[in-house]
């Protein structure tokens, strides 16, 4: 022991009755093989291991039955042989009593270990080797924060100078670490040395307080059979609670103080507890995976407190039973220390990587929190707190949800070890009220983060949409004006030739209207051809109604003739019109199509400008605005050819007389087309009735027939040659 | 049995409010004692007098307010207050005085403003505040003499008589206090001569100011045990005495123009307003340095009403004008929090 040591203190602390020697009296005993054992997947911080097994498997001890998702995560492996019977929801240790998916063995009683690879010797490892092995056994801080122990070896040995090792163990009942190290010191001290090899620290120091004088003592002999070791220094603190935080363990060794939000590790200083050493050991040394623990079962209800070696799973009613603990008279059941432990509401809760303790502790023993009365402002809390915040400050802050002022105040810095609510003589919940304005605070940062990416997003949709209106309205002022020039243009030109005013114009519309008549017409001569074709067809034709739907479609083909003589006329008007005035009611006018095309070009500008800014914004709609652009870019395309195309015909028109009156053709074909119809019908009708006409009606409809096709070849080519 | 599930820490100090108030209580007998030895029942039955309206009043508000009464009453503070109270007032002041005070002390100075832990005034420092302006003759020509001075001790029946019915007589037994006696003589004589008066001497002409002298020794007694038994820290009380002596030997080095140190110390309220008034938790700052600047005002202003103000005493309007500034005090005093380069000042800034 090194006398000499600097000691440092830290502000605050408590001392609260010890209760540690009901639990140090017996040695340290195997709990034995329970009937089942509950594994829950998420016994650490971080991610939740994934089950490697299914239900009706059989395993091995120390078989990997749960592999570690990601690095911060952690293997868990099965404690004895046995068969998985379940993996299914069940109650766990943990603050909030909710259930978790666990893995549940039924055991074999044969307790048959699974091939195990030892590092015989790990001084020739390197640092990998050994965090692999670590990594591997599924090692958590043993604590009872129970953070993956491979990462907070993985930490880089040029920064790392001190290893502390936490053997403070300030929480009363809990003697864990005591008895472990009473009794395996020298396994303690064989996990500090492989630990020391990973991180090379230039000092080691095991912080011990001095209430644990026989444990203090075991490690100095230990450290001192091992001489060729590097030295490890044992330091006796003063008992006082939380001296066994890492913080101010970490302040009590080297003075220096983690900073706010950081790690030890920024301090060049890497702290482990106890227990995790003794893991590391019969991870590295002995090829044993963490399948047990030991656990102080104690509190004034336990019949025989003492320590157990624990099989991880092992529900908490077995310890009970076999520490002879009447649950009658439990009125508590606290998992960790009186502190900062947890409450079980049910025994069937097992036994986790980091418990290290369990109190079934009666009602005189630990009472029936007393009535809250107001906060006197005495400020006992103040005096008592590690962490030299203002609890009563924070006390109303969290109170009445000023989470703001709770925040600025440093609430974050509080390490919820109770010491504020031992003390308050108002019998204030306090840290219940601290973890309530955290809690409040998280929900509120991750609401605003989200309300900030909605802020920005809306913000730069308004700015598009802002600047697309600009860009629109600037556009329809320049076709205004462009409109108005052309207005006045015109009316000039008309003052200078009057027969132009008087121009027929023939809408568009008309025509459109026309072609729809026909269309319909067309559709309903078709249909009422179907229905006569269907009741003929049928075994009792109704004649009665055969007459009737005749009459209504030779109705219907006079009105479809009627329309298609009326389009003709329409069409005929408006081709003379747009030959006379080219740019005004043709649709393929070059100067449309310019327009078109322009339009179409500045809507893929603007679907470009949204793709980017969706892909800026890491947007999901990117693949959407992808195709939209896509779509623009055809467009622009089309509407390109169609230019080209329109500006050749108009050349060509413009060039060479119009040859073929096509119209005329088109008017010769619908009359041909009319003749077959006609005759076809007639045909069809002699047939029916099975006329002696039929043969020459034939005849008749093929030469209709072929008069309808010469038409059409000629409107065709006539067709042609106009598109050239 | 049903176990129960609830969050940490499931151990606490066996010490609560209502001890902490009765620690308090406790560590007045010494100077009550005292102060009944020199100066006759009166305290006592002032006691009496603001303790019952006290309750009355906390019952009554309680009532009002719908609260379980005894769960209240039994944090002893309206007591403590009460207490407090007619240990400022002067022993023979009129019972209606005591009766104005502690019930405006209870009603206003404490409910009004929240109760319990949420008055930003000292209650006790409230009332007497209220009876000092309103009452000034009473509550400056009830003070009784020492007893050594007295032909005749002052009789319980007597005492009875002066503070509920009639006031004849009792010129005989008083006197100005000596921190008042004192201010006023200096401005004639000088320090030699004023301590010719019998006030300031005692019946065997051992030491000045005898009786007074005691009943602060009592209060100390009292305020030592408290320190020890942590029921407040030393800031408020250390840095009130210590600002009051820096500033009487600053400015009151010469005895022929100044009450000296020894008067502002011994003579008056001082001790019992640094260790029992001062160190009211609910209205004085919380933060370590906080209390230091607390105190260290309650001195300043000590000073400079008692040396340059017109009341008898100034502990009341001193711990009151401090009461003010304890919040803010606090803002700007947050200890620095561990990992933290430097403590924060005052609120957080609204954006």
């Known amino acids: 022991m090194n006398t000499s040591f600097q000691l440092h203190d830290f502000v605050g602390g408590i001392h609260p009755t010890d209760n540690k020697v009901q639990s140090t009296n017996t040695p340290i005993s195997f709990a034995g093989i329970p009937s089942k054992l509950i594994l829950p997947l998420t016994q650490h911080i971080g991610t939740q291991s994934k089950p490697l097994v299914s239900p009706g498997d059989t395993v091995l001890k120390g078989q990997l039955i749960a592999e570690a998702q990601g690095f911060i995560s952690a293997n868990l492996h099965a404690p004895t042989s046995g068969t998985i019977s379940a993996i299914e929801a069940r109650p766990v240790a943990h603050q909030s009593g909710l259930s ?3 893995i549940e063995i039924t055991p074999d009683n044969n307790d048959t270990w699974v091939e195990r690879t030892r590092i015989t010797d790990y001084k020739k490892c390197d640092a990998t080797q050994l965090i692999n092995a670590i990594q591997a056994a599924g090692i958590t801080g043993m604590g009872g924060a129970g953070f993956p122990s491979h990462v907070k070896v993985s930490a880089d040995p040029a920064q790392i100078n001190t290893l502390i090792i936490n053997a403070a163990e300030c929480e009363p009942y809990i003697t864990s670490d005591d008895m472990l190290i009473q009794e395996r010191a020298q396994d303690v001290i064989s996990g500090i040395h492989v630990l020391a090899h990973i991180l090379e620290p230039k000092n080691i120091l095991i912080g011990i307080e001095d209430n644990k004088p026989k444990a203090a003592d075991a490690l100095i002999e230990a450290i001192e059979k091992d001489a060729d070791t590097p030295d490890i220094q044992v330091v006796i603190i003063p008992t006082k609670y939380p001296s066994g935080g890492e913080k101010q363990l970490i302040q009590i060794l080297t003075g ?60 908490v009613e077995h310890l009970l039973n076999i520490s002879n603990t009447d649950i009658e008279k ?3 059941l606290v998992m960790g220390g009186p502190m900062m432990g947890f409450t079980l509401d049910q025994i069937q809760t097992p036994i986790i990587k980091a418990s290290n303790c369990i109190i079934a502790a009666t009602k005189q023993e630990l009472p029936d929190p007393a009535m809250e009365q107001a906060c006197i402002r005495c400020g006992m809390c103040t005096e008592v707190c590690p962490a030299q915040l203002l609890p009563q400050q924070l006390y109303w802050f969290s109170k009445s949800s000023n989470l703001e002022q709770a925040e600025a105040h440093n609430i974050a810095d509080c390490i919820e070890c109770g010491a504020c609510s031992y003390v308050c003589p108002s019998n204030i919940p306090l840290v219940q009220y601290y973890r309530f304005a955290k809690g409040e605070i998280k929900q509120t940062n991750e609401d605003k983060k989200k309300s900030d990416r ?3 997003r809306f913000e730069t949709r308004l700015a598009r949409q802002e600047r697309e209106q600009a860009e629109k309205d600037a556009k329809r002022a320049a076709r205004a004006e462009a409109a108005a020039k052309k207005q006045a243009e015109k009316k000039a030109a008309a003052a200078a030739n009057p027969e132009g005013a008087v121009e027929k114009k023939i809408p568009t519309a008309d025509l459109q209207l026309l072609q729809k008549k026909f269309d319909a017409t067309k559709a309903a001569v078709a249909k009422s051809k179907d229905k006569i074709a269907a009741l003929e067809a049928s075994e009792s034709p109704d004649t009665d109604k055969i007459e009737l739907l005749k009459g209504a479609l030779e109705k219907a ?3 479809m003739k009627d329309a298609a003589k009326a389009m003709a006329e329409a069409k005929k008007a408006e081709k003379a019109t747009s030959t006379a005035n080219a740019d005004k009611g043709d649709p393929n006018s070059p100067e449309r199509l310019k327009n078109k095309l322009e339009l179409a070009q500045s809507r893929l500008t603007t679907a470009q400008t949204r793709l980017d800014e969706a892909k800026a914004e890491n947007s999901d709609k990117v693949a959407a605005l992808e195709t939209a652009v896509a779509n623009q870019k055809q467009r622009v395309q089309d509407a390109l050819k169609a230019l080209d195309e329109s500006i050749q015909q108009t050349n060509q028109q413009n060039t060479t007389e119009i040859k073929v009156d096509t119209e005329a053709l088109k008017q010769k074909v619908l009359a041909a087309q009319t003749r077959v119809d006609k005759a076809s019908e007639r045909l069809n009708m002699a047939k029916e009735q099975n006329l002696e006409t039929v043969g020459a009606l034939q005849t008749g409809l093929e030469k209709q027939q072929a008069k309808l096709d010469e038409a059409k070849a000629t409107l065709a080519s006539a067709t042609l040659e106009d598109a050239k | 049995m049903k176990l129960l599930n609830i969050s940490s820490p499931h151990t606490t100090r066996a010490l609560s409010t209502s001890n902490v108030m009765l620690n308090v209580l406790l560590a007045l007998i010494p100077g009550i004692i005292a102060l009944t030895y020199f100066f006759g029942p009166g305290h006592i039955i002032q006691i009496v007098i603001a303790s019952s309206v006290a309750i009355a009043c906390e019952a009554l508000v309680m009532k009002a307010r719908k609260r379980p009464i005894l769960f209240y009453l039994k944090d002893y503070s309206a007591l403590l207050t009460a207490v407090l109270l007619a240990l400022s007032l002067p022993p023979y002041a009129p019972y209606w005085v005591t009766i104005v005070a502690t019930g405006f002390a209870i009603i206003v100075g404490k409910h009004l403003y929240g109760g319990l832990g949420q008055n930003p005034f000292n209650p006790a420092m409230v009332g007497f505040a209220l009876v000092l302006v309103s009452f000034p003759v009473p509550m400056t020509t009830s003070w009784s003499a020492p007893s050594e001075l007295l032909a005749t001790g002052i009789s319980f029946s007597d005492a009875l008589g002066f503070i509920f019915s009639s006031r004849e007589g009792l010129d005989a037994i008083t006197s100005a206090t000596p921190l008042d006696a004192y201010k006023h003589q200096v401005a004639l004589s000088t320090a030699q001569e004023i301590y010719q008066n019998p006030l300031f001497k005692g019946a065997d002409q051992s030491s000045i100011v005898l009786a007074w002298q005691w009943v602060s020794a009592g209060f100390l007694l009292g305020g030592a045990y408290l320190l020890w038994k942590r029921i407040f820290t030393w800031h408020i009380p250390l840095s009130l005495l210590a600002t009051l002596v820096l500033c009487s030997l600053i400015f009151g080095w010469d005895a022929d123009s100044y009450v000296p140190t020894s008067l502002h110390l011994l003579a008056g309220a001082t001790i019992l307003g640094a260790f029992f008034i001062a160190t009211d938790p609910v209205s004085a700052s919380t933060t ?13 202003f000590i000073y400079i009403i008692r040396t340059w103000g017109s009341y008898p005493d100034a502990v009341a309007f001193a711990v009151l004008l401090m009461n003010f500034a304890a919040p803010f005090i606090d803002q700007y005093t947050q200890p620095r929090t561990y990992g933290h380069a430097k403590p924060k000042r005052g609120l957080a800034a609204k954006d």
């Open chain 1, 100 to 102: 978790d998916i666990c």
């Open chain 1, 256 to 315: 220096k103080e983690v900073p706010a939000g950081g790690l030890p590790s920024e301090l060049g200083i890497v702290c482990h507890n106890l227990g995790t050493a003794y893991a590391v050991h019969n991870a590295v040394i002995k090829g044993e995976p963490l399948i047990s623990r030991i656990t102080t079962i104690t509190g004034n209800a336990c019949a025989q407190p003492q320590n157990y070696e624990v099989l991880i799973g092992t529900p």
């Open chain 1, 330 to 332: 439990t009125s508590r």
């Open chain 1, 454 to 456: 909605a802020k920005i």
């Open chain 1, 557 to 559: 083909q006079t009105k």
């Open chain 2, 288 to 300: 370590p340095l906080g209390k230091l600047i607390y105190g260290a005002g309650i001195g300043i």
